[in-house]
């Protein structure tokens, strides 16, 4: 499970940073190891092909189920992120603003045409909305969260700290089962 490899991956870090002094760059690159070997055993396999491949539906066909309800919440997300690369391009940033938000319209109306405007699954734009959501939690955590303890804690101890936490969340997703079995916990 990924704790798991936060745990290792965060022990593994520690020590070759602060114990043995190897250069991050190095300690970035030892992810290509499992990637080649993964690579490797990928080599003359075959995937299955999907349900909507088999069945000889086009993209718009596949589409339909995204909608222009889905296509918006995408769509608006592309706005937002063109708007803000090219913004620092023009020299009023405003422009690089409505430049953007028209490459999200042109998307939109694009995927209009490709699904013959079809309104989409609710639940699918529900499930958009609450990724995203839950995507802004993550990734404002994050943000503010090494801020905190560099505040408050060394190097070492915010590893420790980290290596702690995942830990935790690994034994807890281990033993879910037992504990709402056994212990009869439950949320």
């Known amino acids: ?36 070997v993964y690579g490797l055993m990928f080599f003359g396999q075959k995937f299955p092909k999907s349900e909507a491949s088999e069945s000889g539906l086009s993209l718009g066909e596949m589409l339909r189920e995204v909608g222009i309800f889905g296509g918006a919440v995408a769509c608006f997300f592309l706005a937002l992120f063109f ?3 090219l913004g620092p391009i023009f020299p009023d940033a405003q422009t690089g603003n409505y430049v953007g938000y028209a490459i999200g319209g042109v998307l939109l109306i694009a995927v209009g045409i490709l699904t013959n405007f079809s309104l989409g699954s609710w639940l699918i734009f529900v499930l958009f909305i609450t990724h995203a959501l839950v995507g802004a939690v993550e990734l404002g955590t994050d943000g503010w969260i090494q801020n905190i303890t560099g505040n408050i804690l060394s190097s070492e101890q915010g590893k420790w700290l980290f290596v702690y936490t995942s830990t935790i969340m690994f034994l807890l997703r281990f033993c879910a089962d ?10």
């Open 83 to 85: 708007a803000g690369v």
């Open 178 to 187: 037992f504990i709402e079995k056994k212990l009869g916990l439950s949320p």
């Open 1 to 36: 499970s990924w704790p798991a490899g936060l745990v290792l991956g965060s022990a593994m870090g520690w020590v070759l940073d602060d114990r043995v002094g190897m250069h991050w760059k190095f300690q970035l690159a030892l992810f290509l190891l499992p990637t080649i």
